[in-house]
């Protein structure tokens, strides 16, 4: 993979996860279930593809080290509060499985806060990768050509 499709992959990996905000906020103003894209697993977007395929190789870029773990938290968060909105519009009461046991949950104040926290960790995921863009824009082309990018 050369650098420029890698820093195109960066690119479009940003809006893509700022709309899981987007898509939150649509939860929360309760539209219908149809106009709510559902969540995909983190492994399943672009990003998430990458970087189990080619990503990981970039070993110079520190930020690539959390990326994985933030990354999941980011589409963990908007898993979490889409399937505990339509559980709430399909049930009395919303509620979180733990243990394997359903546990009532008081809706607003849950999905308030899984928001905050989406948006939180979707800033950070963003941040990082636009340094790691920056990063990838700076090396060399020849450290392309390393099975290994170091």
Known sequence: MNKNQIITILQKSKP????LIKQAHKLLANHPQDKIKKPVTCDACLLGKWHAKEGYKLVNIPQLTNLEALHKDVHNLYTALYYTTFDRRTKPRATVISAGVEIPVVEKKFRDK???????????LVRSLESIEKKVANMPEQDFSSPWLC
């Open 114 to 124: 899984k928001l905050k926290q989406l948006e939180k960790k979707t800033v950070t």
């Open 16 to 19: 893509d996860h700022i709309e």
